[in-house]
């Protein structure tokens, strides 16, 4: 039907583009409302299962207290052996509730962050957003000239020598290039990293080749939405040696990248939080383990592979919102440790993973992404708060990833890795224990 025969029926052609318009607009409305809905009601939910561990826990604490009592009285218990035997209980029954506290929530078919101090400060929350927009004092400070961005943010190219033989050098002495941090002299270094940009990693560390969030686009989404990287890639995703591992903290595009999904597929083994293997199954990819918080595998009977809590949320679009869960990982071999943090705001439990699994080798600790800290802090720690995961670790050393790649803040684009030494210092942290690296760079890890 042309614009004549439309006007002749009476109808204004704005009206049928009206109609789309009104229809994203209701389901946009619809959406928000259900949002509000679950946040205030998910609250009183969270609210109940501190309120229920509390309880546990005072509970578990009376066993000691009463035997600390009789110590101090000086009185002898009518059975030693049974106390010790509830001393110990009361201990062990405090841990398993202790962990409790950071197990994953679900509440209305979306998973929830069983945080008090969590609010719900980013995408989903529109308004929020658009205050932030319509304020927004944007100080990234990129220069226009692609020269001068080159020499602030260089890119070098992996060493290959290395990168291909690691697990069956027993030295990188031997080795000259400038962008090796080689450790102590003569000695092989237990595991390797190197950064390709947010916080896609290679690690290698006990035979084993780990890839981390990885996104080699040229934009967020695929190449052609999304914020542009500031510099490019360091090298294509077939430069690098075989794949064994690759861990998805969460679905967020800038953390897992369709493309690289398809060209990996099922030669490598995915480790992804709970709700995520439909949308890799959705892709043809199969080989994928998912894992809840605290859950544990046992990757070839080498490394134990484990899900631990972070404070974030999930979701591609607007719809499918929290539907799947987000989480760090550990990864404990037999000569080193490896911790990939993902995107995190800052909460107890890292202390809590740390007196379980640590001491850490190595942890992938994001410190970019975190301005303004008001609409941002409760999603993305910023250089300061990477700092204290590291020590609740009790890290050896820790890399600083989630910057210098795709700028989705306010902070200028240089200041996570200067406020990160500036943090090292303030906190006594020794030189060379938290650092970053060039894109591209391989770092050697000492043992």
């Known amino acids: 039907m042309g614009h004549q025969s439309i006007v002749a029926l009476g109808v204004r052609p704005y009206v049928f583009a009206a109609v789309p318009v009104a229809l994203l607009g209701s389901i946009l409305l619809f959406e928000q409302s259900r949002w509000l809905w679950h946040r205030r009601h998910r609250r009183r939910a969270i609210e109940r299962h501190w309120e229920y561990i509390d309880g546990q826990m005072k509970e578990v604490e009376e066993v000691e207290n009463a035997n600390e009592a009789e110590e101090e009285e000086g009185l002898e218990p009518a059975n030693p052996d049974e106390t010790r035997k509830a001393v110990a209980l009361s201990r062990a029954q ?24 969590w609010r719900d ?27 001068v961005l080159a020499e602030s943010l260089p890119t070098v190219q992996p060493n290959w020598e290395l990168l291909q033989n690691f697990h069956n050098r027993s030295s990188v002495d031997d080795l000259e290039a400038s962008w090796i941090t080689l450790p102590s002299h003569g000695s092989r270094p237990s595991m390797t990293v190197t950064w390709f940009g947010q916080s896609t990693c290679l690690v290698q560390m006990d035979g084993y080749n780990i890839l981390t969030d990885p996104i080699f686009s040229s934009r967020t989404v695929g190449n052609w939405l999304g914020p542009r990287r500031l510099r490019p890639v360091p090298c294509n995703l077939s430069d690098l040696p075989k ?23 099922n030669s490598v083994t995915w480790y992804v939080p709970l709700g995520l293997r439909d949308w890799f199954g959705s892709h043809g990819v199969t ?47 037999p000569t080193s440790s490896f911790f990939h943090c993902g995107d995190t705001g800052y909460c107890t439990a890292f ?36 700092c204290q995961i590291h020590t609740d670790l009790n890290a050896s050393y820790s890399i600083g990833v989630h910057w210098g790649t795709f700028m989705m803040s306010d902070e200028h684009y240089l200041d ?4 990160l030494e500036e943090s090292r210092i303030r906190r006594n942290l020794a030189e060379g224990t938290v650092f970053t690296s060039r894109l591209g760079e391989t770092v050697c890890i000492p043992k």
């Not at 405090?94 to 008090?116: C, D, E, H, I």
């Not at 404070?311 to 990982?329: I, K, M, P």
Request: proline share 6%; charged share 25%; with cysteine.
């Open 243 to 265: 794949i064994d591992i690759v861990l998805v903290s969460h679905d967020h595009y800038d953390h897992l990248d369709r493309a690289v999904v398809k060209e990996l597929g």
């Open 287 to 333: 080989n994928v383990v998912e894992l809840d918080w605290w859950e544990e595998r046992l990757h070839e009977n080498t490394l134990r592979i484990i899900g631990t809590p972070i404070q974030h949320w999930s979701g591609r679009h607007f719809f499918d919102v929290n539907r799947t869960l987000w989480c760090s990982f550990v990864v404990k071999g």
């Open 121 to 147: 400060k980013n995408a989903t929350n529109i308004w929020e957003y658009v205050r932030w927009q319509l304020t927004r004092h944007n100080r990234n400070g990129i220069p226009k000239d692609n020269k």
């Open 94 to 117: 405090m841990g398993f509730w202790r962990q409790k506290v950071y197990t994953s929530l679900k509440f209305a078919g979306r998973f929830v962050n069983p945080f008090l101090e």
């Open 416 to 419: 996570p890795p200067k406020y």
């Open 351 to 386: 202390k809590e993973i740390g007196k379980k699994y640590g001491p850490i080798t190595l942890a992938a600790l994001p410190i970019g992404a975190y301005e303004p800290r008001w609409f941002l802090r409760h999603q993305h720690v910023d250089p300061d708060e990477a």
